[in-house]
């Protein structure tokens, strides 16, 4: 069981090269097989997501949610993408259409690319860069452009508003999350995913790394625009931010890039925090689907709990109290590296 | 190994969207299309094998795009963002400026013996990168951070407007 996913891959790698394909061919097919593996894993996680967190808001709010489709209404949110399909896809007039056509298409760029450095199980990364968590901090600061894009080809007041407030969010919320993540480089001594892993064998870094692990908690549910950071859509006062325009297809891209954006997050944080695909007993990366949803949930808690914060609230909180502690964090971890490294030194 | 085809296509997009940024008269497809001329330059680091540069290229200049974007449509004065990025009146001195210069870079690019390594990158260029900016270049290194510092709290004093 352990080795399941990587001998299927093992398996069609040797396939193809033997049916006589040169090596940089067969590398071609097999990183098409990564990104369809990848894409379903996340269409089908995303697609119960959705009617996971409506249930368990529900819950939390005494409700019983959706259950009218199919047993315990698990085929609600498949029918609700069928109805998505089915909708007329809308363009304003006024709209910038080139840049409100691609930004529905961009935004989901960068929450798959995440996915490249995410270690699925042992062996089971798609590309294991030296460089890896860098990679995805790169990638992930790209995403404020498509939420930009969309609120200015709007041309909507509310849609422009949600841009310009994704923009001072994100980018403010991004450096905390760098910062609590360089707390976890500077143990492990590498940007490598695999050998991060390998750091985590004896002891968590959500252990060793508490202060940054509730920081990355934050700055990433406000990375995710998610309650209690949802300023950037805000019902109440924005519609649907820089989505009030879009509709169908659409719109539905820009749902979809959340969760999965959601999922590269908590596996991100399951990587780093957690110990990665590693326990006993089950195979490796069926911990790692339970410790993702683990982080999932607390995203999910996090939503139904906290009412939304206001906007100067958001941005002081983060460069008054998030970012010093960030730092501070780091020259902790660096004071205490070297008291380890000197201590490791003295003979008893 | 990648073949030179592929140098020469990112080179070629990334030539046409630096033109794009130039010539296009709205702001804001003007910077999108800067990130487009970014993310080829991030390509062409990594078709040299430096990732680490390219993931820096991406997260420095075509991540700070949205910034840009937002301080491109707040500090545009004019109604019609269609005629917000024009050209102005010197075009002939502009013009023989940028000539000089390229004429400059190319016959420096010409003139000099370029030394080819064929060593292999080495695997940890990361870790090789962090000892070199922080021993023995760790003075520039500072003072390029202090002038960034400088630049930052000179900005928000003009922006606030100090009064007395």
């Known amino acids: 069981m352990e080795n399941l996913f990587v001998n299927i891959s093992g398996a069609l790698r040797g396939w193809f090269t033997g049916m006589g394909l040169p090596p940089m061919a067969v590398e071609a097919i097999m990183a098409l097989v990564f990104l369809v593996a990848i894409l379903a894993f996340v269409l089908l996680n995303v697609v119960y997501l959705v009617y996971l967190e409506r249930k368990l808001s529900a819950y939390m709010q005494q409700r019983l949610g959706p259950n009218r489709v199919g047993p315990r209404g698990l085929f609600q949110t498949l029918l609700d993408v069928l109805k998505l399909f089915g909708k007329e896809d809308i363009i304003p007039n006024a709209a910038d259409r080139w840049v409100f056509r691609l930004a529905a298409i961009l935004v989901m760029v960068p929450a798959i690319m995440a996915f490249a450095v995410v270690p699925f199980g042992q062996g089971m990364i798609a590309v294991d860069l030296n460089i890896g968590i860098f990679y995805f901090v790169a990638v992930s600061s790209t995403a404020t452009i498509a939420f930009l894009m969309a609120g200015w080809g709007s041309n909507n007041k509310w849609a422009l508003l949600g841009g310009m407030r994704t923009v001072a969010q994100m980018v403010s919320y991004e450096l905390p999350m760098v910062l609590s993540l360089l707390g976890v480089v500077m143990l492990a001594g590498s940007l490598r995913i695999s050998d991060i892993m390998a750091a985590q064998k004896t002891v968590w870094f959500v252990v060793l790394q508490p202060v940054a692990f509730l920081i990355y908690l934050v700055a990433s549910t406000a990375e995710l625009n998610r309650q209690p950071f949802d300023l950037p859509e805000g019902e109440q006062e924005l519609t649907a931010g820089p989505f009030t325009e879009y509709s169908g297809m659409r719109y539905a891209l820009f749902f979809l890039a959340e969760y999965t954006n959601m999922i590269a997050v908590s596996a991100i944080a399951a990587t780093l925090f957690l110990g990665g695909p590693q326990g006993p007993w089950l195979p490796s990366w069926l911990w790692f689907v339970i410790k993702v949803y683990v982080m999932i949930g607390i995203y999910m808690w996090f939503r139904w709990t906290f009412p939304r914060i206001r906007m100067d609230h958001l941005l002081a909180f983060n460069w008054k109290f998030l970012v010093p502690l960030s730092l501070a964090n780091v020259l902790v971890t660096g004071i205490g590296l070297e008291i380890y490294k000197w201590f490791q030194t003295i003979r008893w | ?164």
């Open chain 2, 1 to 164: 190994m990648v073949s030179p085809l592929v140098f020469w296509i990112v080179a070629g997009i990334t030539i046409i969207a630096a033109l794009a940024v130039v010539n296009l008269t709205n702001l804001i497809h003007s910077a999108l299309w800067l990130i487009v001329a970014f993310v080829g330059v991030a390509i062409t680091y990594l078709i040299l094998e430096a990732e680490f540069l390219a993931a820096v290229q991406i997260i420095v200049y075509a991540g700070a795009i949205a910034i840009l974007i937002v301080f491109g449509v707040m500090l545009t004065r004019r109604g019609d963002i269609r005629e917000s990025n024009l050209f102005n009146n010197y075009r002939l001195a502009g013009g023989l400026i940028s000539l000089g210069l390229m004429a400059t870079i190319v016959t420096m690019v010409v003139k000099t013996q370029w030394a080819i390594d064929v060593a292999a990158v080495p695997a940890n260029s990361v870790g090789l990168l962090a000892q070199n900016l922080l021993g023995q270049f760790v003075i520039p290194f500072e003072i390029a951070a202090m002038l960034l510092l400088v630049a930052l709290v000179g900005a928000i004093i003009i922006a606030k407007e100090v009064r007395d």
